[in-house]
């Protein structure tokens, strides 16, 4: 379980700072080997479903979560999955890998306390980028809109890790928001030459986290610099503005952030469609919450 250890803040500020701020935060949450090992397994031409499925049956927590997730709206499957290896067999082993990945991120900072992050808040902002992310690329016809979600699920990763260790200087940011109307992204800027975005793709990078998944998180609020994976960068970027205007949850940041209007016509949507995608997510992000995150 996670807990606040702050961090002097002089000694955060700068690349060098960011770096010693993923050290330090390392030392506290880590991925567990059980995503190492499932890595590992994904990418050996012999492995088979019942392999993956006993490896996951190893940690029943996780299989339970995967199980509700499965048999949420997020999938939509005519019948009910009641195994793991008919679970692991029907969503595919790229989806459980982010599976994985997102349910360990989840029990990571499960220990931050109430008074500086209501985490239920936090998730379903959460949740929400990431389903209309996953909205947007079927709208725009891109090929593995699926793979979209995690990176949004995970975009604002970069807020817990400051929880954790700049709790002070956290605290005192969204005062200062909150005194002079300005986003929490320019703040954070201003005080230690980079966000928690940036914080959040450096920590996934050093858990090896795929770069499909960690260079959006990192690019989420700058979406020109979105690289290889730009599509998702845009998406997950479009879907955090809306989110965020709408109200849906709060991450730290619930003031309304400009959408790059370029990262919309990458995609090809067109401004009056977003509200009728965001609508269309509302049932599955509700959902979600209820099976996936057990609230």
Same mark, same amino acid.
């Given at each position: 379980?996670?807990?606040?250890?702050?961090?002097?803040?002089?000694?955060?500020?700068? =690349?060098?700072?960011?770096?010693?701020?993923?050290?330090?935060?390392?030392?506290?949450?880590? =991925?567990?080997?059980?995503?190492?090992?499932?890595?590992?397994?994904?990418?050996?031409?012999?492995?088979?479903?019942?392999?993956?499925?006993?490896?996951?049956?190893?940690?029943?927590?996780?299989?339970?979560?995967?199980?509700?997730?499965?048999?949420?709206?997020?999938?939509?499957?005519?019948?009910?999955?009641?195994?793991?290896?008919?679970?692991?067999?029907?969503?595919?082993?790229?989806?459980?890998?982010?599976?994985?990945?997102?349910?360990?991120?989840?029990?990571?900072?499960?220990?931050?306390?109430?008074?500086?992050?209501?985490?239920?808040?936090?998730?379903?902002?959460?949740?929400?980028?990431?389903? $209309?992310?996953?909205?947007?690329?079927?709208?725009?016809?891109?090929?593995?809109?699926?793979?979209?979600?995690?990176?949004?699920?995970?975009?604002?990763?970069?807020?817990?890790? $400051?929880?954790?260790?700049?709790?002070?200087?956290?605290?005192?940011?969204?005062?200062?928001?909150?005194?002079?109307?300005?986003? $929490?992204?320019?703040?954070?800027?201003?005080?230690?030459?980079?966000?928690?975005?940036?914080?959040?793709?450096?920590?996934?990078?050093?858990?090896?986290?795929?770069?499909?998944?960690?260079?959006?998180?990192?690019?989420?609020?700058?979406?020109?610099?979105?690289?290889?994976?730009?599509?998702?960068?845009?998406?997950?970027?479009?879907?955090?503005?809306?989110?965020?205007?709408?109200?849906?949850?709060?991450?730290?940041?619930?003031?309304?952030?400009?959408?790059?209007?370029?990262?919309?016509?990458?995609?090809?949507?067109?401004?009056?469609?977003?509200?009728?995608?965001?609508?269309?997510?509302?049932?599955?992000?509700?959902?979600? $919450?209820?099976?996936?995150?057990?609230?």
């Amino acid at each position: 379980m996670a807990s606040v250890n702050p961090l002097n803040i002089a000694s955060a500020q700068g =690349l060098n700072g960011l770096e010693e701020l993923i050290l330090e935060v390392d030392k506290l949450v880590s =991925l567990p080997d059980i995503y190492y090992r499932l890595e590992e397994a994904i990418v050996d031409p012999s492995v088979t479903t019942e392999h993956i499925a006993e490896l996951l049956q190893c940690d029943p927590d996780l299989c339970a979560r995967m199980l509700r997730m499965a048999n949420s709206a997020f999938y939509s499957f005519p019948t009910r999955i009641e195994t793991i290896d008919r679970a692991v067999g029907v969503i595919g082993l790229r989806q459980v890998r982010e599976l994985v990945l997102a349910t360990s991120v989840l029990k990571a900072f499960e220990g931050i306390p109430t008074e500086l992050a209501n985490m239920s808040i936090f998730w379903e902002h959460s949740v929400a980028v990431g389903i $209309m992310a996953r909205a947007l690329a079927r709208k725009a016809g891109l090929a593995n809109a699926e793979s979209f979600y995690i990176p949004g699920l995970l975009h604002d990763i970069g807020r817990l890790v $400051m929880y954790l260790r700049l709790p002070g200087m956290t605290r005192d940011l969204l005062l200062e928001r909150e005194a002079r109307g300005r986003t $929490m992204f320019s703040l954070e800027h201003e005080m230690l030459q980079y966000s928690h975005a940036e914080i959040g793709g450096r920590l996934l990078e050093h858990w090896q986290v795929p770069q499909s998944i960690w260079e959006p998180v990192a690019t989420h609020h700058t979406p020109a610099y979105g690289g290889e994976f730009s599509a998702v960068t845009c998406a997950v970027h479009i879907a955090d503005c809306w989110v965020n205007t709408n109200r849906a949850g709060s991450t730290g940041s619930c003031f309304l952030l400009d959408m790059d209007m370029e990262a919309l016509a990458q995609l090809g949507i067109a401004t009056d469609e977003l509200h009728q995608i965001g609508i269309d997510c509302a049932d599955t992000i509700q959902d979600v $919450m209820r099976q996936f995150l057990n609230h």
